[in-house]
């Protein structure tokens, strides 16, 4: 555990505030979640009594506070490749592969992004979750956001909290979609396999926006972008409005070869294991010099493959004219 300790003035401009807004002002390093919880803990004291987050300061009064961080076991740095996308000295854009996991945790102790990240940048070990701000499966595909320094890490926050973090997908779908759309529904634990999401009543909103790109025979590719970030959002929404990703192990349940299907697909859909998404975009303030910041990654060459021998099923034009790349959000695409 470590602790820092700030003497703290109320200046004449915060006057009237409530505490908890006060302190994000005077300690921007620090998250409104996280000085809320040192208030809560009695860790601030204001001309040395203990107060709510919602008190108002007055001008003048002294506030102490112990900046308390747990340190945890922490995972050590493995010489692990990455493919890096952007970087500079606040933040890192890796574009992740299948099968690689993000964090450590139970049955993935080592291996990880993260431990490849700490081995390229060791001063991430200082940060909340070595500054990986957001997940992506294990066996989703595309770019992840990272902050090398704490007030990148809690601006960036506060930007995913509101919104502003514009997050892009590619996916292939089963079955024909007919129109873009969005999927306005909560997402949860599911009821009694608790390793599951689903859509439930008690779960937390969930926004899901797509738009056709391609529709094929029996199955679509959609450009999706995410309007929250739940656990499983994209494929969990999709299998709600039965179109579950294709080779979703978890949400598409059983695999179904649609009649008249080609051997060369057939083969293709069975060999596909794992779900059919690829983080493809990211957009955001950079969070020194507030200039916009977008970055791109090629769907991996297995995702591209299943579009052309999926394309060639129905006969289209052959699969190397066609660039799936440059299909993007604003223009839907269909046969």
């Given amino acids: 555990m470590e602790t820092t300790r700030y003497n703290l003035t109320i200046p004449?401009?915060?006057?009237?505030?409530?505490?908890?807004?006060?302190?994000?002002?005077?300690?921007?390093?620090?998250?409104?979640?996280?000085?809320?919880?040192?208030?809560?803990?009695?860790?601030?004291?204001?001309?040395?009594?203990?107060?709510?987050?919602?008190?108002?300061?007055?001008?003048?009064?002294?506030?102490?506070?112990?900046?308390?961080i747990e340190v945890q076991e922490r995972p050590q740095p493995e010489p692990i490749s990455l493919e890096i996308v952007f970087e500079d000295d606040a933040i890192l854009v890796i574009n992740k592969p299948v099968g690689l996991v993000v964090h450590p945790g139970a049955g993935n102790p080592s291996g990880t992004l993260l431990n490849g990240l700490l081995h390229h940048a060791p001063d991430l070990a200082n940060l909340p979750r070595s500054g990986i701000l957001h997940r992506l499966d294990k066996n989703t595909s595309g770019l992840l956001l990272v902050a090398k320094t704490l007030p990148a890490h809690t601006h960036l926050v506060r930007d995913l909290q509101e919104r502003a973090i514009t997050r892009e997908y590619r996916a292939v779908c089963a079955g024909r979609v007919t129109a873009g759309g969005h999927v306005d529904a909560p997402i949860g634990r599911h009821i009694t396999q608790r390793t599951r999401m689903a859509v439930t009543d008690k779960g937390k909103p969930a926004v899901t926006h797509y738009r056709v790109l391609a529709r094929f025979a029996n199955h679509t590719f959609l450009a999706l972008r995410l309007g929250t970030g739940r656990t499983h959002?994209?494929?969990?929404?999709?299998?709600h409005v039965r179109h579950?990703?294709?080779?979703?192990?978890?949400?598409?349940?059983?695999?179904?070869i649609p009649s008249g299907t080609s051997p060369a697909l057939a083969t293709t859909l069975r060999g596909f294991d794992h779900q059919a998404l690829h983080a493809s975009k990211l957009a955001f303030q950079h969070p020194l010099v507030g200039e916009t910041i977008e970055c791109h990654a090629p769907l991996p060459g297995n995702f591209c493959n299943l579009l052309s021998v999926l394309a060639e099923d129905i006969n289209a034009d052959p699969c190397d004219a066609v660039d799936w790349d440059r299909m993007t959000w604003p223009q839907p695409i269909s046969n």
Wanted: proline share 4%; charged share 25%; hydrophobic share 40%.
């Fill in 244 to 256: 579950a990703l294709v080779g979703d192990p978890t949400y598409g349940g059983r695999l179904r």
């Fill in 233 to 239: 959002q994209i494929r969990v929404h999709m299998a």
């Fill in 12 to 68: 004449e401009n915060l006057a009237g505030k409530r505490l908890d807004q006060a302190l994000a002002v005077l300690l921007p390093d620090y998250s409104r979640s996280r000085l809320k919880e040192w208030i809560l803990a009695g860790e601030v004291t204001v001309d040395g009594a203990g107060v709510t987050p919602r008190y108002k300061v007055r001008v003048g009064q002294c506030v102490d506070v112990n900046a308390i």
